[in-house]
């Protein structure tokens, strides 16, 4: 089967600024399904909802809005769907030298210079942090230009030292992929979000990219830092605690819709995954939304 050549998106700035800012009322943005990457540094605020992050070679769950920053080349999905039940997704992009190598070699850019660098790894932010900032944030599409970029360097500067801060991706790892791991990448991960909930055996996902299934074992643990088994088992781990929080169904039921098939797996995998007993997560965040 011939490779699905990556989604790259092509990133056109806002009139009169130096980079792009977009806002998505609830599930309208375009690019939600698709696993895609491009140049830019791109900066999210979801205000409210719950979902899926998939950055990089990291998947998991968020609730009550986000607040992501995501580095140059490293391929995302989006973060918002019909079922996310979000307000607002304000997206910013930026280039790594959009106001010029020269500008951002200045000391008073050492912070955002350091930003920029841990990016790489994606970053989630949490508590005051995403509230304050997320604010800002959708403030800034009513500014005007110079307003809106003195704005977004403060904010930027403010995510540098903020303790609010989640690390996606393992430290030293790189999800900057060739074109051609672009390609198969591609079609592994789309192939996964598509099908997770059924059986997905090693020989059609090998298939899918034109490879034994040794030799794709192998790759995707050079590329990943984990097997495609376990990379499998957590995409569905994080589906689970998804619907845990947000449907009144029994924990068999999200077994079941999940994409496991054992019961007594299902449970031994999620208390793993979180430290928590299904039954005991879905308890602890009822109490905690109350």
């Known amino acids: 089967m011939r490779p699905i050549l990556p989604n790259l998106e092509i990133i056109i700035p806002s009139f009169g600024s130096s980079f792009s800012i977009s806002k998505h009322e609830e599930n309208t943005n375009i690019h939600a399904g698709h696993w895609h990457y491009h140049p830019e540094i791109e900066l999210v605020y979801i205000n409210g909802g719950s979902g899926k992050r998939q950055v990089g070679n990291h998947v998991s769950y968020y609730n009550d809005g986000d607040l992501i920053l995501i580095g140059s080349n490293l391929p995302h999905c989006g973060f918002t769907d019909q079922e996310t039940g979000n307000k607002k997704e304000t997206v910013i992009q930026m280039k790594p030298d959009f106001l010029g190598n020269a500008f951002f070699e200045i000391s008073e850019m050492t912070n955002i210079r350091n930003l920029f660098r841990q990016a790489k790894q994606g970053i989630s932010f949490t508590g005051k942090t995403k509230k304050i900032l997320g604010e800002k944030i959708e403030a800034l599409d009513e500014q005007t230009q110079l307003e809106r970029l003195l704005n977004i360097l403060s904010i930027l500067n403010e995510l540098e030292l903020s303790t609010d801060s989640v690390i996606l991706n393992a430290e030293g790892f ?91 797996h299902f449970n031994k995998s999620f208390k793993e995954f979180t430290g928590k007993s299904a039954s005991q997560y879905r308890q602890e965040l009822r109490s905690y939304l109350k």
Do not use: W
């Not at 055996?201 to 088994?229: A, D, H, Q, W």
């Open 174 to 264: 790189s999800f900057e992929m060739q074109m051609q791991d672009n390609d198969r990448m591609n079609v592994v991960y789309n192939y996964v979000k598509d099908n997770f909930q059924n059986n997905i055996s090693l020989e059609v996902i090998s298939e899918l990219v034109s490879m034994t299934v040794p030799s794709f074992c192998r790759y995707f643990k050079k590329i990943t830092n984990r097997t495609f088994t376990k990379f499998l088992n957590d995409y569905r781990l994080v589906h689970a605690s998804k619907l845990l929080a947000e449907k009144p169904i029994s924990i068999s039921d999200v077994c079941c819709e999940s994409g496991f098939n054992n019961f007594g």
